[in-house]
């Protein structure tokens, strides 16, 4: 597999994956990586959330200094991976990324000869691996997990839950790129993009402040998939499930939008943490954005605070 420069520059490395083809044609998945500074056993594997890919070079500097050397996936029809005649982030079941999941972690163990794997996922990453893990639960690939802000249920009442949902799964069967949202609110967006109220300056063709359009198909994947993790996982590794203490419910930017998840609702993902496996640690931060490591400096800061604390005493070197 040919090993080429990452667009981040040195000491980023790329790698690509091929899935075969789908319905759109020629499909692949991209596998980051850094070395730490020191050659060593562990490793940690990013996934990210919708609307996003890898640029977090920061979450990096935190685990090479750590002696862990960093991967990232951006998943198909993510970031790097996304091809000119594919739809942006779609997918028609949540399995359809256990492919590429389980090629990255045959590259890291197998091929790179790592003893011990991280998985650190984001938002709709935090749906995908669990379920992931939970399949490959008897096979020794994770050895433990963080999910920033997990995507456990959909941020909207549960009579709009009730009533939709049908509605939508039906729409799916008929015409599954059927757009059934255009975009999402602009708050999340504003408060990290260094053109308008964050730090972060990130690639807005890969994450558009406005959102790509919720495909019916997707809409109903996510759903079929937050029920299954409802159900309850047997992930035998431990867990650390992190979110903020505040949801942000406006539509447009505003002051709070910079201290509290403008996404998902952060109680759903309290409720549905211990659902995951028998080890499972839950850590509310207060003034946390929607992807914790972004939120301001003295809160990311505590974020990787309980993070080293956790690593240290669950994943020791």
Request: charged share 20%; proline share 5%.
């Amino acid at each position: 597999m040919l090993v080429e420069t990452d667009i981040l520059g040195a000491p980023y490395q790329r790698r690509t994956i091929d899935l075969g083809t789908d319905d759109e044609g020629p499909v692949v998945a991209t596998l980051v990586s850094r070395r730490a500074p020191a050659k060593t056993d562990r490793a940690v594997l990013y996934v990210h959330g919708y609307v996003d890919y890898f640029f977090q070079e920061h979450l990096a500097d935190f685990y090479v200094e750590r002696g862990f050397d960093f991967y990232a996936l951006d998943l198909r029809k993510y970031g790097r991976s996304l091809l000119p005649h594919q739809t942006p982030n779609f997918v028609r079941d949540i399995s359809e990324y256990f492919p590429e999941l389980d090629e990255a972690a045959r590259i890291i163990r197998d091929e790179d000869g790592h003893r011990q794997l991280l998985v650190n996922a984001h938002s709709t990453g935090g749906l995908i691996t669990p379920l992931w893990a939970h399949r490959v639960r008897d096979a020794g690939i994770v050895d433990g997990m963080f999910l920033n802000s997990p995507f456990f249920e959909i941020n909207v009442s549960p009579l709009l839950r009730r009533t939709a949902g049908p509605a939508y799964a039906a729409l799916a069967r008929m015409r599954p790129y059927a757009k059934v949202r255009s975009s999402v609110s602009l708050a999340y967006g504003h408060s990290i993009h260094s053109t308008h109220h964050g730090e972060w300056a990130y690639d807005l063709t890969w994450k558009p402040l406005e959102s790509f359009p919720v495909r019916a198909a997707w809409l109903t994947a996510i759903r079929t998939a937050q029920a299954e993790l409802q159900a309850g996982l047997s992930i035998p590794a431990p867990i650390l499930v992190a979110c903020s203490t505040k949801t942000y419910r406006g539509k447009s930017w505003a002051e709070a939008a910079m201290h509290a998840d403008a996404v998902l609702d952060v109680e759903h993902i309290a409720q549905y943490a211990s659902r995951l496996g028998r080890h499972v640690t839950i850590v509310r931060v207060d003034g946390g954005l929607h992807d914790l490591t972004l939120s301001a400096p003295t809160v990311r800061g505590r974020v990787f605070d309980e993070l080293d604390r956790w690593v240290s005493a669950y994943l020791p070197a």
